[in-house]
């Protein structure tokens, strides 16, 4: 499947300046949102899961050098071992809400 998703806005919430209750409680803590469109085509959980991480906004290593179109990783992950088969489908009971 070729890649479908688009990119259209991304944006961060950083905790560095919030007063937390517990001095230590900061640890630089960030929220970061990226809003992708899905195809118009419907499409299985499985290839909508490999068009994600085959997504160049996937691609962050959240070190400080932002999206990288070549990037290896995603957070502290290799992106070789990101796959669709690595996920597991959880329903409502088992994901505690």
């Known amino acids: 499947m070729q890649n479908t998703l688009t990119h259209e806005v991304g944006i961060l919430i950083n905790?560095?300046?919030?007063?937390f209750r517990e001095p230590r409680s900061?640890?630089?803590?960030?929220?970061d949102l990226k809003r992708l469109?899905?195809?118009?085509?419907?499409v299985g959980d499985e290839d909508?899961?490999?068009?994600?991480i085959g997504h160049e906004q996937f691609r962050d290593d959240?070190?400080?050098?932002?999206?990288?179109?070549?990037?290896?990783?995603?957070?502290?992950?290799?992106?070789?071992?990101?796959?669709?088969d690595a996920y597991e489908a959880v329903g409502r009971e088992e994901s505690g809400n």
């Open 15 to 19: 905790s560095r300046s919030y007063t």
């Open 26 to 31: 900061p640890a630089y803590r960030w929220v």
């Open 37 to 42: 469109r899905l195809p118009p085509e419907p």
């Open 48 to 52: 909508l899961l490999a068009a994600l």
């Open 62 to 84: 959240y070190a400080g050098g932002g999206v990288l179109p070549e990037g290896i990783r995603h957070g502290p992950y290799w992106l070789r071992a990101v796959t669709p």
